[in-house]
Structures are given as C-alpha cells and as structure tokens.
C-alpha cells in the first residue's frame, strides 16, 4: 500500500496522486525511473526523489514512525497493510463511559495472542508496556476519544507514541457506519451465545460484581467480551482498510 502511496512526499496532494497513477506512475519504482511526473517539473521532481528514496529506506528498515509523520492525519489508515502483522489491537473497559473513569481491564491483541490485564491482578503501565513491545501501530475502536486519554490518566508514565489508527472514524469513510457491535453486525462477524447480548454498560456491571463478590464467572465473561472485541477488531480493520484502498481504486 505505502509503495504505491504518494501523498506521503511534500506537497503532493491525492489530486496529484491521482494524476500520478493515471498517468502510469502506480509505484515507488517507477517514479524513481520517471524524469518527470503530471505538473512535476524537474527540480521539483530530483528533490521528491530524494524525499522518496529516505521513505523506501524509512519502510525496508521498518521505521513506521517517519511514515505515520509523512503521512497526512486522514491517510494513516495506509500505514496497516504494511504493517498489520506487526499491529496491536487494543481495547479497555472501564467503572464508567466518560472519562475520567477508572481502568479496570486493557485488552491486548497482538501477534495473534490476546492478553488480558486485569487490574488488581495483572494490570500496570509496565505490563502494558512489555505486551506492546515490539509493536509498530496500535489499531483501536474509538481510542482516540476514549481508551488512549482514559489510559494515559490512569498511567501518565505509559508510553502510547505509537502511530494509531482509529477505526471508529475510519469505518464511515469506508460507507460502514455504527459503534463497534452495529458494525459487526453489518459485516456479519458473530460473537459466542454467552456474550452475544452485552455492551458496555454490562461490562461495567461485570466489573461491579467481580470487584463486590469476586465472581469468577463474572471475571470470565468480562474477559471474554473483552477478547471479542479486541480479535474482532482485527476483522474489522482488514475490511474497512480494504474497502479503502478499492475506494481508491487499489486492491491490497
């Protein structure tokens, strides 16, 4: 995707993009062999071929970072393809839906493992920061108005500079509307019996009761909608971000 991505060099807009690929420069490589490009004079072009060639090396060595900065805000969606199998999926619950609340769980799904921390048991800043190791993007649903500032209040040393990816704002532009459940629903992605009906005021429920009596079965199903969530937004990313690039015109 990023190799066939031009809105990442100065200047260059998705007008210009577009023209680039319409004139049969699809690719990094061939703008590298083109003296010229649509609008594109020559001292422009030998100063975004050097541009380009610092990003080629940026992505061989696998620096996301550079990328996510050259990238505009509304394009960083084109960072997941790149870098999927190297995305974390995250997901928190909490005592409230408006922050401040107070984390109570941060689901982790990463490397195709899913780790739940729990808090009074396995949750910390530090914890959080030994599963995200190694992590190159961090792909949420709705993260940016509510997990990220709810976590960076409950652990202000927690280091979340990652480049994010917010699929909640995401999904619209793909023509696929709702919270995460109504999405789900409309690609088809199902949920197991016992934790099909619940959304985010039982998991607050379910903490009450694990935090009072210390139901294990309460605990458990916490954990599971949490899991849900955090796996099927994978699904869901791999869809929406695909549907993006088509709109595009690019198959992935």
Known sequence: MLERSFVLLKGVGPATERKLWAAGITDWEHFLASPEGPG??????????????????????????????????????????????????????????????????????????????????SLSAAAVQRVLRGAKLLVTFNGGSFDLPALRASFPTLDLELPHVDIRHLAPRAGISGGLKKVERKLGISRARDIRMLVSHDAVYLWRIWERKQSGNALRLLIDYNRADTENLRTIADIVVKRMAEKLGLKL
């Open 40 to 121: 594109i004079g020559k001292k422009r072009k030998a100063a975004l071929d050097a541009h380009l060639k610092a990003l080629k090396k940026c992505l061989e060595h696998r620096n996301v970072a550079v990328l996510a900065e050259a990238l505009p805000s509304s394009q960083r969606w084109r960072l997941y393809p790149d870098f999927r199998e190297d995305a974390a999926f995250l997901d928190i619950e909490t005592t409230g839906l408006d922050i401040p609340a107070t984390v109570t769980m941060v689901g982790l799904f990463f490397h195709d493992e899913y780790t739940p921390l729990v808090r009074g048991i």
